[in-house]
């Protein structure tokens, strides 16, 4: 098979399209021949030696993808030869950056009728985020004032769309002018511009003072610490990513004298400790089949092309998903 890997870190250019051999499925693993592959900010972080965890060199990167099932190994469960499925893991493990890739059944889904491969390859990673996020730890309410960082991202359109479903007004922030129409477009009641406006006193202003009732932050740095400052009385913070890759500075009179909570969240540790993310997937492919959520693709490229993805994803003027197809 043809796999895109990772044999130094370095730029886009340093990855590199090779023959593999093909996987075989072991017992409780199910072979898949991909048709997408999703890219994730974190395929960039571990490509250029920055990612918090991620396996050792050479290595396929790509957590998340899906495709059709064409062998079984011993004790595939339900899995049948012909299904569509999404699959999902840690980086590289295996790495769908791949024309096949074998996983264990606990970590693929049939994926329902109406929703495309394209679309399902984009939600284990941004999407069940967000979801997970603004359902469990945040617990966006109707009513609720919710603000998202980075809304036009991977997990910021994801985060808008759910939030809107759940009954929220949604502040959105955004870099560009093309970002703020689009986001509007998506469903957010109000967009912030943090090239232009003073995201916090605009918050204030929208909710007269009060502040949000919750916030999900992506970016990081100054953006999480305006997050926690937005926020009102018992609000709820959850960070979840630093793309700004730089420190907070924060008081701790920012948040405790509100009685305001923050969360962080890791995808990948949380499954390390236990948790199915299988009924929450479920729930959001659900969402989407039936029209209640749509997955953003601001590009696809083939999987030879990955380098392009990645410089498309290192811009910052994505809007929604980059998807490789295979
Ligand atoms: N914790 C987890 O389990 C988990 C799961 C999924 C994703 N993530 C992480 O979540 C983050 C967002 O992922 P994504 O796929 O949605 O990202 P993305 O599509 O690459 O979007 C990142 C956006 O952040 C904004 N941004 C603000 N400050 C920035 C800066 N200094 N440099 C670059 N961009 C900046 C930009 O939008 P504007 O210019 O419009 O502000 C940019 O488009 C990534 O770091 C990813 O690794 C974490």
Not at 37 to 66: F, I, K, T
Not at 89 to 107: H, S
Not at 115 to 132: D, G
């Amino acid at each position: 098979m043809h796999v895109v890997r990772v044999t130094e870190f370095g730029p886009a250019d340093s990855l590199e399209w090779t023959e593999a051999p093909d996987p075989e499925p072991g017992p409780g693993e199910i072979l898949v021949s991909l048709t997408a592959a999703a890219v994730n900010r974190s395929d960039l972080l571990y490509r250029s030696g920055q990612y918090h965890s991620g396996p050792p060199l050479p290595a396929v990167p790509g957590s998340e993808g899906a495709g059709t099932v064409v062998a079984l190994g011993a004790n595939a469960g339900e899995f049948a030869l012909g299904d569509r499925v999404v699959i999902w893991g840690p980086m590289g493990t295996p790495g769908c950056y791949a024309e096949l890739a074998a996983v264990p059944v606990d970590r693929a889904l049939v994926v329902p009728e109406g929703v495309s491969l394209v679309a399902a390859a984009a939600t284990p990673i941004a999407w069940l985020s967000a979801w997970y996020c603004l359902r469990h730890l945040v617990d966006v309410r109707p009513g609720d004032v919710v603000l998202l960082n980075a809304a036009a991202s991977g997990v910021g359109s994801a985060a808008v769309q759910i939030a809107k479903d759940a009954g929220a007004t949604v502040i959105a922030v955004v870099g560009t002018a093309e970002k703020e129409q689009w986001v509007r477009e998506l469903g957010a009641d109000h967009v912030v511009r943090r090239d232009r406006d003073d995201v916090l006193a605009t918050v204030r202003h929208l909710t007269e003072g009060r502040g949000a009732d919750a916030a999900l932050d992506l970016v990081g740095g100054d953006a999480f610490a305006t997050a926690v400052r937005s926020v009102g009385h018992a609000g709820r913070v959850a960070a979840m990513a630093n793309v700004a890759l730089d420190p907070t500075t924060l008081d701790t009179r920012d948040f405790y004298p509100k009685n305001a909570s923050i969360f962080g969240f890791q995808i990948n540790d949380l499954m390390r400790h236990g948790w199915d993310p299988r009924p929450d997937l479920t729930a959001l492919l659900t969402g989407i089949a039936d029209g209640r959520f749509t997955v953003p693709v601001d590009s696809t490229f083939p999987l030879a092309e990955a380098a392009a993805a990645h410089r498309r994803l290192e811009s910052a003027r994505t809007r929604g998903k980059i998807v490789l197809t295979i």
